[in-house]
């Protein structure tokens, strides 16, 4: 009787023992798939967008985001860019087993007026649908005249782009929106869950000429980051940086993400070391790894 007790209880001790330890792999797989690992187009930009996705897919990436090239226009994807090119920008991508996180549009004609500045950010609303793309990535306005216009715009278009499933996220890139603390002033004027901070370290040194550390910055911004532009620093002024070579403290910046709500999104390489399009690939593989082994650590 006894025997066949303990056997029982051997039994469900070890079952417990698996069943927790499938629990943890499960928790273990989830939690990187929560950060997707992208990489903007940025980094070819001397080449044409189908060769950035070329090096982005040959890196091992899944996901891509759209932002500049050689070619019609600088910024890939932008006011004037039409439905059909968009519609092949996207093919491109697919066709290279690419999903696409993120799209720069550049700026929307808010100096024109209001109405023009709401239309054509619309328009690159409608791209980014085009593309199923989750997020439509803002630089913000350098020109104080412009400050309320542009976000008087943003404002009119978050409901908007929500019914796209597109959300609409500002970064740090100067001026007015330069520091988490200004980003977070924007967000709470604009005031809308669809408009969100997507963070950029990188510009966070860059813009402060080497002056605010963003793990110091990161405190700022808890509660409001949807996604991360992966960008790095050199003094005195150098973003061309493959992550994890330069001043930025990654882990640091990240925990301190994390802890301030930043548990999922996505993580989207946007600058590396420059050279021709074969060794820019080589450090986008790099980056790569070096975001993979960094979500995988434990906060």
């Known amino acids: 009787m006894n025997a066949t007790l303990n056997r029982r209880e051997f039994l469900k001790s070890m079952a417990a023992l698996a069943a927790a330890g499938a629990s943890a792999n499960a928790a273990a797989a989830a939690e990187p798939a929560a950060y997707p690992i992208g990489c903007y187009t940025r980094p070819w930009d001397?080449?044409?967008?189908?060769?950035?996705?070329?090096?982005?897919?040959?890196?091992?990436?899944?996901?891509a985001g759209i932002m500049t090239a050689k070619g019609k226009s600088w910024v890939v994807i932008n006011v004037d860019s039409t439905p059909d090119e968009v519609t092949a920008i996207a093919a491109a991508a697919e066709q290279r087993g690419l999903k696409i996180l993120s799209i720069y549009g550049g700026d929307f004609p808010a100096a024109k007026s209001i109405e023009a500045g709401i239309a054509g950010l619309k328009r690159l609303v409608d791209?980014?649908?085009l593309c199923r793309c989750p997020n439509l990535l803002l630089g913000g306005t350098?020109?104080?005249?412009?400050?309320?216009?542009?976000?008087?715009?943003?404002?009119?278009?978050?409901?908007?782009?929500?019914?796209?499933?597109?959300g609409l996220s500002v970064k740090p890139h100067g001026?007015?929106?330069?520091?988490?603390?200004?980003?977070?002033?924007?967000?709470?004027?604009?005031?809308?869950?669809?408009f969100r901070l997507w963070y950029d370290p990188g510009n966070i040194f860059y813009y402060s000429d080497g002056k605010l550390d963003p793990v110091d910055d990161a405190a700022t911004?808890?509660?409001?980051?949807?996604?991360?532009?992966?960008?790095?620093?050199?003094?005195?002024?150098?973003?061309?940086?493959?992550?994890?070579?330069g001043r930025v403290r990654f882990r640091?910046?990240?925990?301190?993400?994390?802890?301030?709500?930043?548990?999922?999104?996505?993580?989207?390489?946007?600058?590396?070391?420059?050279?021709?399009?074969?060794?820019?690939?080589?450090?986008?593989?790099?980056?790569?790894?070096?975001?993979?082994?960094?979500?995988?650590?434990?906060?």
């Open 127 to 129: 791209h980014s649908a």
């Open 252 to 299: 640091e910046v990240f925990a301190r993400l994390r802890q301030g709500g930043f548990r999922a999104g996505p993580l989207v390489v946007e600058c590396l070391d420059r050279g021709d399009a074969a060794q820019v690939t080589a450090e986008a593989r790099k980056a790569r790894l070096f975001l993979e082994a960094l979500i995988a650590r434990k906060p």
């Open 142 to 166: 350098s020109d104080p005249k412009l400050f309320e216009p542009y976000y008087k715009a943003v404002a009119e278009c978050c409901a908007y782009a929500e019914a796209k499933a597109v």
């Open 46 to 63: 001397q080449h044409e967008y189908r060769i950035a996705l070329d090096g982005i897919a040959e890196a091992g990436y899944k996901y």
């Open 221 to 245: 911004v808890d509660g409001l980051v949807a996604g991360m532009s992966v960008k790095d620093f050199k003094p005195p002024k150098e973003v061309a940086v493959t992550p994890g070579t």
């Open 175 to 194: 001026g007015q929106n330069a520091t988490g603390v200004q980003c977070r002033q924007i967000i709470e004027k604009v005031g809308h869950r669809n």
